[in-house]
């Protein structure tokens, strides 16, 4: 599942993946097991995603904070965090 919050901007290309691929049993082809969930993604409001940025399955990202282009998050963030990289990391606070 993917919520979007209120006055969220979203710049183009980037990616949401909320569900990942099942892939451990090796006698089944990965197409054909299926897929889960960590329990989606949920992005407060007031969010900047910039260009080409990668948003993972189970993260939150957290009210006002900015998502620098072309990072890819891969744990939730606290509110007003600016992050930027691979693996975003905090670089700053609103």
């Given at each position: 599942?993917?919520?979007?919050?209120?006055?969220?901007?979203?710049a183009p290309r980037v990616s949401i993946?909320?569900?990942?691929?099942q892939y451990r049993?090796?006698?089944?082809?990965?197409?054909?097991?299926?897929?889960?969930?960590?329990?989606?993604?949920?992005?407060?409001?007031?969010?900047?995603?910039?260009?080409?940025?990668?948003?993972?399955?189970?993260?939150?990202?957290?009210?006002?904070?900015?998502?620098?282009?072309?990072?890819?998050?891969?744990?939730?963030?606290?509110?007003?965090?600016?992050?930027?990289?691979?693996?975003?990391?905090?670089?700053?606070?609103?």
């Amino acid at each position: 599942m993917l919520t979007i919050g209120r006055n969220c901007l979203i710049a183009p290309r980037v990616s949401i993946f909320a569900s990942n691929h099942q892939y451990r049993d090796r006698n089944v082809d990965i197409r054909n097991q299926g897929t889960f969930s960590k329990g989606g993604i949920k992005i407060a409001d007031d969010v900047w995603i910039g260009t080409g940025a990668i948003i993972l399955d189970g993260v939150q990202i957290g009210e006002g904070c900015v998502v620098g282009a072309g990072s890819v998050v891969t744990k939730s963030l606290p509110d007003y965090a600016i992050v930027a990289g691979n693996p975003a990391t905090i670089i700053a606070r609103r």
